[in-house]
Protein backbone atom coordinates (compact mmCIF):
# COMPACT_ATOMS: atom_id res chain seq x y z
CA UNK A 1 0.00 0.00 0.00
CA UNK A 2 3.16 2.39 -0.05
CA UNK A 3 2.55 3.35 -3.36
CA UNK A 4 -1.01 3.70 -3.19
CA UNK A 5 -0.42 6.32 0.00
CA UNK A 6 1.95 8.14 -2.75
CA UNK A 7 -0.63 8.81 -4.87
CA UNK A 8 -2.96 9.89 -2.48
CA UNK A 9 -0.52 11.99 -0.49
CA UNK A 10 0.12 13.74 -4.03
CA UNK A 11 -3.62 14.46 -4.17
CA UNK A 12 -3.90 15.87 -0.89
CA UNK A 13 -0.32 17.94 -1.17
CA UNK A 14 -1.22 19.93 -4.29
CA UNK A 15 -4.28 21.73 -2.09
CA UNK A 16 -2.35 22.49 0.79
CA UNK A 17 -0.08 25.48 -0.93
CA UNK A 18 -2.55 27.40 -2.35
CA UNK A 19 -3.98 29.49 0.90
CA UNK A 20 -0.31 30.05 2.02
CA UNK A 21 0.37 31.64 -1.48
CA UNK A 22 -2.46 33.25 -2.67
CA UNK A 23 -0.87 36.87 -2.06
CA UNK A 24 1.62 35.34 -5.29
CA UNK A 25 -0.78 33.25 -7.29
CA UNK A 26 -0.85 29.25 -7.28
CA UNK A 27 -2.74 27.35 -9.83
CA UNK A 28 -2.99 23.27 -9.61
CA UNK A 29 -4.60 21.35 -11.89
CA UNK A 30 -4.64 17.02 -11.06
CA UNK A 31 -6.15 13.96 -13.09
CA UNK A 32 -7.21 11.22 -11.05
CA UNK A 33 -7.47 8.10 -13.01
CA UNK A 34 -8.30 4.85 -12.41
CA UNK A 35 -8.44 1.48 -15.35
CA UNK A 36 -9.82 -2.11 -15.12
CA UNK A 37 -8.49 -3.86 -17.68
CA UNK A 38 -9.22 -7.28 -18.31
CA UNK A 39 -6.31 -9.49 -19.89
CA UNK A 40 -5.11 -12.74 -21.25
CA UNK A 41 -1.67 -12.84 -20.89
CA UNK A 42 0.23 -14.74 -22.93
CA UNK A 43 1.29 -18.30 -22.02
CA UNK A 44 3.95 -21.40 -22.56
CA UNK A 45 2.33 -24.13 -23.76
CA UNK A 46 3.35 -27.77 -25.34
CA UNK A 47 1.72 -31.11 -26.69
CA UNK A 48 3.30 -34.09 -27.78
CA UNK A 49 5.48 -34.13 -31.33
CA UNK A 50 2.61 -37.00 -32.41
CA UNK A 51 -0.14 -34.19 -32.07
CA UNK A 52 0.89 -32.08 -34.70
CA UNK A 53 1.33 -32.71 -38.14
CA UNK A 54 3.84 -32.30 -40.73
CA UNK A 55 7.85 -32.31 -40.84
CA UNK A 56 10.66 -29.35 -39.93
CA UNK A 57 10.50 -27.13 -36.94
CA UNK A 58 7.73 -25.63 -37.86
CA UNK A 59 4.22 -28.06 -37.93
CA UNK A 60 0.78 -27.31 -37.53
CA UNK A 61 -2.18 -29.00 -34.49
CA UNK A 62 -5.52 -30.00 -35.55
CA UNK A 63 -6.93 -26.37 -35.27
CA UNK A 64 -4.17 -25.28 -37.30
CA UNK A 65 -2.36 -23.40 -34.54
CA UNK A 66 2.14 -23.53 -35.29
CA UNK A 67 3.57 -25.09 -33.23
CA UNK A 68 8.06 -24.80 -32.70
CA UNK A 69 8.98 -28.62 -32.77
CA UNK A 70 12.77 -28.93 -31.93
CA UNK A 71 14.56 -32.34 -33.16
CA UNK A 72 14.54 -34.55 -30.34
CA UNK A 73 12.49 -33.22 -28.10
CA UNK A 74 9.04 -35.12 -27.23
CA UNK A 75 6.75 -31.64 -27.42
CA UNK A 76 6.17 -28.93 -29.46
CA UNK A 77 6.10 -25.57 -28.12
CA UNK A 78 3.81 -22.82 -28.89
CA UNK A 79 2.63 -19.95 -27.11
CA UNK A 80 -1.40 -19.52 -26.14
CA UNK A 81 -3.75 -17.09 -24.11
CA UNK A 82 -4.09 -17.73 -20.24
CA UNK A 83 -6.53 -17.38 -17.29
CA UNK A 84 -7.84 -13.72 -17.37
CA UNK A 85 -6.44 -11.30 -14.91
CA UNK A 86 -7.20 -8.15 -14.00
CA UNK A 87 -5.00 -4.88 -14.15
CA UNK A 88 -5.56 -2.00 -12.16
CA UNK A 89 -3.40 1.13 -12.54
CA UNK A 90 -3.99 4.02 -10.82
CA UNK A 91 -2.31 6.97 -11.62
CA UNK A 92 -2.06 10.27 -10.26
CA UNK A 93 -1.56 13.98 -12.53
CA UNK A 94 0.05 16.68 -11.21
CA UNK A 95 0.56 19.81 -12.70
CA UNK A 96 1.11 23.29 -10.42
CA UNK A 97 2.61 26.65 -11.48
CA UNK A 98 3.32 29.41 -9.41
CA UNK A 99 4.27 33.09 -10.29
CA UNK A 100 3.90 36.76 -8.79
CA UNK A 101 7.72 35.77 -7.04
CA UNK A 102 9.12 38.67 -8.82
CA UNK A 103 8.82 40.97 -12.01
CA UNK A 104 8.29 37.98 -14.47
CA UNK A 105 9.42 34.71 -12.59
CA UNK A 106 7.07 31.98 -12.31
CA UNK A 107 7.20 27.91 -11.27
CA UNK A 108 5.79 25.21 -13.36
CA UNK A 109 5.80 21.40 -12.82
CA UNK A 110 4.18 18.52 -13.71
CA UNK A 111 4.81 15.04 -11.56
CA UNK A 112 2.96 11.87 -12.23
CA UNK A 113 2.80 8.59 -9.42
CA UNK A 114 1.47 5.47 -10.39
CA UNK A 115 0.12 3.00 -7.65
CA UNK A 116 -2.54 -0.44 -8.29
CA UNK A 117 -5.85 -1.06 -6.76
CA UNK A 118 -5.48 -4.52 -6.79
CA UNK A 119 -2.97 -7.42 -6.38
CA UNK A 120 -2.73 -8.94 -9.58
CA UNK A 121 1.02 -10.05 -10.73
CA UNK A 122 0.16 -8.76 -14.16
CA UNK A 123 2.65 -6.30 -15.07
CA UNK A 124 1.24 -2.73 -16.33
CA UNK A 125 3.50 -0.68 -18.80
CA UNK A 126 5.86 1.67 -15.96
CA UNK A 127 4.34 -0.65 -13.28
CA UNK A 128 7.22 -0.71 -11.73
CA UNK A 129 7.82 3.17 -11.77
CA UNK A 130 6.15 4.73 -9.20
CA UNK A 131 6.95 7.99 -9.16
CA UNK A 132 8.05 10.40 -12.12
CA UNK A 133 8.95 14.56 -12.31
CA UNK A 134 8.21 14.67 -15.96
CA UNK A 135 8.87 18.43 -15.92
CA UNK A 136 10.05 21.12 -13.24
CA UNK A 137 11.28 24.19 -14.02
CA UNK A 138 11.60 27.85 -13.49
CA UNK A 139 11.16 30.66 -15.55
CA UNK A 140 12.07 34.35 -15.95
CA UNK A 141 10.48 36.45 -18.68
CA UNK A 142 11.24 39.76 -19.12
CA UNK A 143 10.51 41.90 -22.35
CA UNK A 144 13.01 40.55 -24.69
CA UNK A 145 14.43 37.53 -23.55
CA UNK A 146 12.96 34.44 -21.51
CA UNK A 147 15.55 32.05 -19.71
CA UNK A 148 14.29 28.32 -17.99
CA UNK A 149 16.38 25.87 -16.07
CA UNK A 150 15.13 22.22 -15.01
CA UNK A 151 13.41 19.74 -16.08
CA UNK A 152 12.09 20.68 -19.74
CA UNK A 153 10.91 19.62 -22.81
CA UNK A 154 12.35 20.08 -26.51
CA UNK A 155 9.15 19.93 -29.19
CA UNK A 156 9.19 20.38 -32.69
CA UNK A 157 9.73 18.79 -36.39
CA UNK A 158 11.97 16.57 -35.14
CA UNK A 159 9.99 15.09 -32.71
CA UNK A 160 9.56 15.07 -28.35
CA UNK A 161 13.01 15.20 -26.19
CA UNK A 162 13.32 15.58 -22.10
CA UNK A 163 16.58 17.20 -20.66
CA UNK A 164 17.56 18.48 -17.65
CA UNK A 165 18.86 21.89 -18.37
CA UNK A 166 18.44 25.45 -18.98
CA UNK A 167 17.29 26.93 -22.54
CA UNK A 168 17.67 30.91 -23.50
CA UNK A 169 15.09 32.71 -25.78
CA UNK A 170 15.48 35.91 -27.32
CA UNK A 171 12.85 38.05 -29.55
CA UNK A 172 13.31 40.61 -31.88
CA UNK A 173 10.46 41.86 -33.06
CA UNK A 174 8.93 38.86 -34.24
CA UNK A 175 12.08 37.15 -34.88
CA UNK A 176 12.39 34.19 -31.75
CA UNK A 177 16.01 32.62 -31.69
CA UNK A 178 16.27 29.93 -28.60
CA UNK A 179 19.51 27.93 -27.41
CA UNK A 180 19.03 25.04 -25.65
CA UNK A 181 20.62 22.21 -23.59
CA UNK A 182 21.14 19.60 -20.64
CA UNK A 183 21.66 16.09 -19.74
CA UNK A 184 19.27 13.71 -22.26
CA UNK A 185 16.62 11.82 -20.77
CA UNK A 186 15.46 10.90 -24.56
CA UNK A 187 17.69 7.35 -25.00
CA UNK A 188 16.36 6.15 -21.24
CA UNK A 189 13.17 7.72 -20.70
CA UNK A 190 10.82 7.69 -23.56
CA UNK A 191 10.40 5.37 -26.59
CA UNK A 192 12.15 6.10 -30.39
CA UNK A 193 9.80 7.81 -32.62
CA UNK A 194 8.69 4.46 -34.58
CA UNK A 195 6.85 3.28 -32.17
CA UNK A 196 5.88 1.48 -29.34
CA UNK A 197 6.24 -1.89 -30.95
CA UNK A 198 10.04 -1.92 -31.20
CA UNK A 199 10.04 0.32 -28.44
CA UNK A 200 9.35 -3.04 -26.61
CA UNK A 201 11.45 -5.06 -28.57
CA UNK A 202 14.24 -3.03 -27.56
CA UNK A 203 15.79 -4.75 -24.47
CA UNK A 204 19.40 -2.81 -24.67
CA UNK A 205 19.60 0.63 -23.26
CA UNK A 206 22.04 2.98 -24.31
CA UNK A 207 25.16 2.20 -22.12
CA UNK A 208 25.87 6.03 -21.39
CA UNK A 209 23.45 8.76 -20.70
CA UNK A 210 23.43 11.65 -23.30
CA UNK A 211 24.03 15.65 -23.47
CA UNK A 212 21.27 17.19 -25.55
CA UNK A 213 22.43 20.69 -27.64
CA UNK A 214 20.17 22.67 -29.66
CA UNK A 215 19.19 26.10 -31.64
CA UNK A 216 15.99 26.81 -32.94
CA UNK A 217 15.12 30.16 -34.58
CA UNK A 218 11.40 31.23 -36.49
CA UNK A 219 10.76 34.58 -38.01
CA UNK A 220 7.64 35.39 -40.00
CA UNK A 221 7.63 35.91 -44.14
CA UNK A 222 5.78 39.41 -44.57
CA UNK A 223 2.07 39.33 -43.17
CA UNK A 224 1.24 35.65 -45.29
CA UNK A 225 3.96 33.21 -43.99
CA UNK A 226 6.54 32.22 -41.16
CA UNK A 227 9.22 29.71 -41.37
CA UNK A 228 11.55 28.10 -38.43
CA UNK A 229 14.34 25.83 -38.36
CA UNK A 230 15.99 23.37 -35.55
CA UNK A 231 19.20 22.12 -35.20
CA UNK A 232 19.94 19.55 -32.50
CA UNK A 233 22.82 17.17 -31.28
CA UNK A 234 22.76 13.94 -28.72
CA UNK A 235 26.14 12.73 -27.73
CA UNK A 236 27.31 10.31 -25.23
CA UNK A 237 27.92 11.83 -21.68
CA UNK A 238 31.47 10.78 -22.42
CA UNK A 239 31.77 12.63 -25.73
CA UNK A 240 33.33 9.15 -26.80
CA UNK A 241 30.20 8.67 -29.23
CA UNK A 242 27.18 10.51 -31.47
CA UNK A 243 23.71 9.33 -30.75
CA UNK A 244 21.84 11.82 -33.40
CA UNK A 245 22.93 15.20 -35.01
CA UNK A 246 19.27 16.39 -36.71
CA UNK A 247 18.35 19.63 -38.78
CA UNK A 248 14.32 20.13 -39.21
CA UNK A 249 13.29 23.70 -41.18
CA UNK A 250 9.24 24.26 -41.77
CA UNK A 251 7.31 27.22 -43.71
CA UNK A 252 4.29 28.02 -44.09
CA UNK A 253 2.59 30.88 -46.67
CA UNK A 254 -1.10 31.95 -47.63
CA UNK A 255 -2.12 33.20 -50.95
CA UNK A 256 -5.00 33.47 -53.41
CA UNK A 257 -7.21 31.63 -50.91
CA UNK A 258 -4.89 28.63 -50.50
CA UNK A 259 -2.23 27.67 -48.10
CA UNK A 260 0.68 25.37 -48.07
CA UNK A 261 2.93 23.97 -45.13
CA UNK A 262 5.89 22.47 -45.70
CA UNK A 263 8.06 20.74 -43.19
CA UNK A 264 11.54 18.49 -43.84
CA UNK A 265 13.67 16.65 -41.19
CA UNK A 266 17.55 15.73 -42.15
CA UNK A 267 19.74 13.14 -40.43
CA UNK A 268 23.52 14.61 -40.45
CA UNK A 269 25.07 12.16 -39.58
CA UNK A 270 23.21 9.56 -41.92
CA UNK A 271 23.05 12.38 -44.91
CA UNK A 272 19.67 11.26 -45.79
CA UNK A 273 16.00 13.09 -45.35
CA UNK A 274 13.89 11.52 -42.70
CA UNK A 275 10.71 12.78 -43.38
CA UNK A 276 9.92 15.95 -45.66
CA UNK A 277 6.38 17.25 -46.44
CA UNK A 278 4.33 19.65 -48.84
CA UNK A 279 0.75 19.91 -48.11
CA UNK A 280 -1.81 22.23 -50.28
CA UNK A 281 -5.30 22.94 -49.11
CA UNK A 282 -7.92 25.55 -50.62
CA UNK A 283 -11.56 26.72 -49.96
CA UNK A 284 -13.60 25.50 -52.76
CA UNK A 285 -17.48 26.10 -53.62
CA UNK A 286 -20.27 25.18 -51.63
CA UNK A 287 -18.63 24.62 -48.40
CA UNK A 288 -16.08 22.27 -50.57
CA UNK A 289 -12.30 21.90 -48.76
CA UNK A 290 -9.55 20.24 -50.94
CA UNK A 291 -6.20 19.24 -49.92
CA UNK A 292 -3.33 17.32 -51.54
CA UNK A 293 -0.25 16.00 -49.75
CA UNK A 294 2.91 14.91 -50.85
CA UNK A 295 5.56 13.14 -48.52
CA UNK A 296 8.84 11.20 -48.25
CA UNK A 297 9.59 9.00 -44.99
CA UNK A 298 12.53 7.15 -43.78
CA UNK A 299 12.36 5.50 -40.92
CA UNK A 300 15.00 7.35 -38.08
CA UNK A 301 16.31 5.55 -35.51
CA UNK A 302 18.96 6.83 -32.25
CA UNK A 303 22.70 5.54 -32.92
CA UNK A 304 22.51 3.74 -29.99
CA UNK A 305 19.65 1.07 -30.90
CA UNK A 306 20.32 -1.70 -33.11
CA UNK A 307 17.10 -0.97 -35.48
CA UNK A 308 18.87 1.43 -37.48
CA UNK A 309 21.72 -1.42 -39.39
CA UNK A 310 18.56 -3.18 -40.73
CA UNK A 311 18.56 -0.88 -43.52
CA UNK A 312 15.06 0.58 -43.21
CA UNK A 313 13.17 1.12 -46.34
CA UNK A 314 12.19 4.48 -47.74
CA UNK A 315 8.49 5.08 -49.21
CA UNK A 316 7.08 8.13 -51.23
CA UNK A 317 3.67 8.67 -50.73
CA UNK A 318 0.65 11.28 -52.02
CA UNK A 319 -2.88 12.13 -50.01
CA UNK A 320 -5.89 14.16 -51.23
CA UNK A 321 -8.44 14.62 -48.82
CA UNK A 322 -12.14 16.45 -49.95
CA UNK A 323 -14.19 17.30 -47.05
CA UNK A 324 -17.80 19.18 -47.20
CA UNK A 325 -19.65 21.33 -44.87
CA UNK A 326 -23.35 22.44 -45.21
CA UNK A 327 -23.98 26.50 -44.77
CA UNK A 328 -25.21 25.94 -41.69
CA UNK A 329 -22.84 23.77 -40.07
CA UNK A 330 -24.74 20.47 -39.42
CA UNK A 331 -24.08 17.99 -41.45
CA UNK A 332 -20.57 17.47 -42.79
CA UNK A 333 -18.79 14.81 -44.71
CA UNK A 334 -14.97 13.86 -46.17
CA UNK A 335 -13.27 11.48 -48.21
CA UNK A 336 -9.61 10.85 -48.14
CA UNK A 337 -6.80 8.63 -49.92
CA UNK A 338 -3.55 7.76 -50.27
CA UNK A 339 -1.21 5.74 -52.16
CA UNK A 340 2.66 5.10 -51.64
CA UNK A 341 5.78 3.19 -53.26
CA UNK A 342 8.51 1.98 -51.47
CA UNK A 343 12.22 2.15 -52.36
CA UNK A 344 13.94 -1.17 -53.53
CA UNK A 345 14.33 -3.67 -50.43
CA UNK A 346 17.13 -5.66 -52.57
CA UNK A 347 15.07 -8.46 -51.02
CA UNK A 348 12.65 -11.61 -52.38
CA UNK A 349 13.40 -13.36 -55.38
CA UNK A 350 13.91 -12.73 -58.72
CA UNK A 351 10.19 -14.76 -59.57
CA UNK A 352 8.59 -13.60 -57.07
CA UNK A 353 9.60 -10.06 -56.26
CA UNK A 354 8.06 -7.63 -53.25
CA UNK A 355 5.24 -5.87 -53.39
CA UNK A 356 6.74 -2.27 -53.64
CA UNK A 357 3.55 -0.24 -52.95
CA UNK A 358 0.19 0.22 -50.66
CA UNK A 359 -2.93 2.21 -50.26
CA UNK A 360 -5.10 4.04 -47.72
CA UNK A 361 -8.46 5.47 -47.94
CA UNK A 362 -11.39 6.24 -45.47
CA UNK A 363 -14.62 8.41 -45.73
CA UNK A 364 -16.48 9.60 -42.57
CA UNK A 365 -19.74 11.89 -41.58
CA UNK A 366 -20.87 13.98 -38.88
CA UNK A 367 -23.93 15.20 -37.87
CA UNK A 368 -25.14 17.71 -35.27
CA UNK A 369 -29.63 17.70 -35.63
CA UNK A 370 -29.26 20.55 -32.65
CA UNK A 371 -27.07 21.09 -30.34
CA UNK A 372 -27.79 18.83 -27.82
CA UNK A 373 -27.15 16.14 -30.57
CA UNK A 374 -24.16 14.58 -32.15
CA UNK A 375 -24.05 11.63 -34.70
CA UNK A 376 -20.39 10.30 -36.12
CA UNK A 377 -19.04 7.58 -38.38
CA UNK A 378 -15.81 7.04 -40.10
CA UNK A 379 -13.99 3.99 -41.78
CA UNK A 380 -10.53 3.41 -42.55
CA UNK A 381 -8.25 0.63 -44.33
CA UNK A 382 -4.71 0.65 -45.06
CA UNK A 383 -3.41 -1.98 -46.99
CA UNK A 384 0.60 -2.55 -47.18
CA UNK A 385 3.32 -4.89 -47.82
CA UNK A 386 1.93 -8.48 -46.17
CA UNK A 387 0.12 -6.40 -43.57
CA UNK A 388 -3.22 -4.46 -43.28
CA UNK A 389 -5.34 -2.69 -41.02
CA UNK A 390 -9.06 -1.63 -41.05
CA UNK A 391 -11.45 -0.52 -38.64
CA UNK A 392 -15.04 1.31 -38.22
CA UNK A 393 -16.50 3.23 -35.62
CA UNK A 394 -20.16 5.04 -35.41
CA UNK A 395 -21.64 6.52 -32.56
CA UNK A 396 -23.74 9.18 -31.00
CA UNK A 397 -23.48 12.25 -28.20
CA UNK A 398 -26.02 13.66 -26.21
CA UNK A 399 -25.25 16.84 -24.59
CA UNK A 400 -28.22 18.16 -22.53
CA UNK A 401 -26.35 21.19 -21.42
CA UNK A 402 -22.77 22.55 -20.98
CA UNK A 403 -21.91 20.32 -18.02
CA UNK A 404 -23.50 17.13 -18.76
CA UNK A 405 -22.51 14.59 -21.88
CA UNK A 406 -23.62 10.71 -22.42
CA UNK A 407 -22.20 8.66 -25.29
CA UNK A 408 -22.10 5.50 -27.15
CA UNK A 409 -20.16 4.20 -29.80
CA UNK A 410 -19.56 0.50 -31.95
CA UNK A 411 -16.28 -0.17 -33.02
CA UNK A 412 -14.70 -3.03 -35.50
CA UNK A 413 -11.10 -4.01 -35.98
CA UNK A 414 -8.95 -5.76 -38.27
CA UNK A 415 -5.26 -5.79 -37.60
CA UNK A 416 -3.11 -8.44 -40.19
CA UNK A 417 0.18 -8.15 -39.40
CA UNK A 418 3.12 -9.61 -41.93
CA UNK A 419 2.54 -12.64 -43.75
CA UNK A 420 0.24 -13.86 -41.14
CA UNK A 421 -3.70 -15.16 -41.07
CA UNK A 422 -6.57 -15.72 -38.82
CA UNK A 423 -6.44 -13.18 -36.99
CA UNK A 424 -10.21 -12.38 -37.32
CA UNK A 425 -12.00 -9.54 -36.61
CA UNK A 426 -12.56 -7.97 -33.06
CA UNK A 427 -15.54 -6.25 -32.56
CA UNK A 428 -16.69 -3.34 -29.82
CA UNK A 429 -19.28 -1.51 -27.63
CA UNK A 430 -18.13 1.65 -25.83
CA UNK A 431 -20.42 3.73 -23.15
CA UNK A 432 -18.48 7.29 -22.00
CA UNK A 433 -19.93 10.03 -20.05
CA UNK A 434 -18.91 12.79 -18.22
CA UNK A 435 -20.40 15.37 -15.68
CA UNK A 436 -18.88 18.61 -13.85
CA UNK A 437 -18.76 18.93 -10.00
CA UNK A 438 -18.92 22.37 -9.37
CA UNK A 439 -16.98 24.69 -11.44
CA UNK A 440 -13.89 23.28 -11.06
CA UNK A 441 -14.35 19.34 -11.68
CA UNK A 442 -15.32 16.90 -13.67
CA UNK A 443 -16.43 13.31 -13.29
CA UNK A 444 -15.23 11.06 -16.83
CA UNK A 445 -16.48 7.34 -16.97
CA UNK A 446 -15.55 5.07 -19.91
CA UNK A 447 -16.70 1.22 -20.14
CA UNK A 448 -16.06 -0.96 -23.47
CA UNK A 449 -16.58 -4.66 -23.98
CA UNK A 450 -14.21 -5.87 -27.32
CA UNK A 451 -14.88 -9.39 -28.46
CA UNK A 452 -12.32 -11.34 -30.48
CA UNK A 453 -14.37 -13.34 -33.64
CA UNK A 454 -11.63 -15.70 -34.90
CA UNK A 455 -11.27 -16.64 -38.42
CA UNK A 456 -8.91 -18.04 -41.51
CA UNK A 457 -7.07 -21.15 -41.14
CA UNK A 458 -4.58 -20.38 -37.94
CA UNK A 459 -5.39 -19.79 -34.38
CA UNK A 460 -4.32 -16.99 -32.88
CA UNK A 461 -4.48 -15.16 -29.38
CA UNK A 462 -7.69 -14.09 -27.95
CA UNK A 463 -8.03 -10.39 -27.86
CA UNK A 464 -11.18 -10.29 -26.74
CA UNK A 465 -11.44 -7.34 -23.34
CA UNK A 466 -13.22 -5.68 -21.04
CA UNK A 467 -12.32 -2.04 -20.15
CA UNK A 468 -13.03 0.37 -17.13
CA UNK A 469 -12.02 3.88 -16.98
CA UNK A 470 -12.62 6.88 -14.09
CA UNK A 471 -11.13 10.23 -14.40
CA UNK A 472 -11.71 12.98 -12.01
CA UNK A 473 -10.47 16.55 -13.40
CA UNK A 474 -10.30 19.12 -11.28
CA UNK A 475 -8.35 22.28 -10.33
CA UNK A 476 -7.66 24.83 -7.55
CA UNK A 477 -6.71 28.40 -7.69
CA UNK A 478 -7.37 31.28 -10.78
CA UNK A 479 -6.15 31.23 -14.22
CA UNK A 480 -3.10 33.62 -14.38
CA UNK A 481 -4.58 34.84 -17.47
CA UNK A 482 -7.13 36.73 -15.06
CA UNK A 483 -7.33 39.30 -13.46
CA UNK A 484 -8.85 40.14 -9.64
CA UNK A 485 -10.81 43.08 -8.72
CA UNK A 486 -11.16 44.27 -5.69
CA UNK A 487 -13.82 46.74 -4.83
CA UNK A 488 -13.03 50.44 -3.50
CA UNK A 489 -13.45 50.39 0.08
Request: proline share 4%; aromatic share 8%; with cysteine.
Amino acid sequence: MTRLRVVAALGIAGLLPVTSARAQGVRITGVTSMQAVDLRPLVDDSVPVGEASGTGPYRARADGRLVRCIEGDSYCRFRSSGERELATPLVQDLRAVAWGLGEGISIHAHVRARSSLGSSGLSWPRADDSFDAIEVWLEIDRGATRARLGRQWATGGLGVYNYDGGSLLLRRGRVRIEAFGGRSLVAGLNEPVTGPELGSLDDLPPDENGWLLGLAASTPLGTRGAAGATWQRVIRADHAGLYSERIGADASWRAFGASADFSVAWDVSAREVNEARLQVARPLSSGLTASVEARRHRPFFEAWTIWGVFSPVAFDEARATLAWRSASGALGLDARGGRRRYDETSGGLESTPLKDDGWRAGAGAEWLPDERWLFHADYDVDIGFGASRSDVVAGARWMPDESRWLGVAATALQHIYEFRVGTGRVNGLRLEGGTRIGADARLVVDAALHAHHQSGSGSSPDWSQRRFSLRLEWTVGRDPGTRVTRSAP
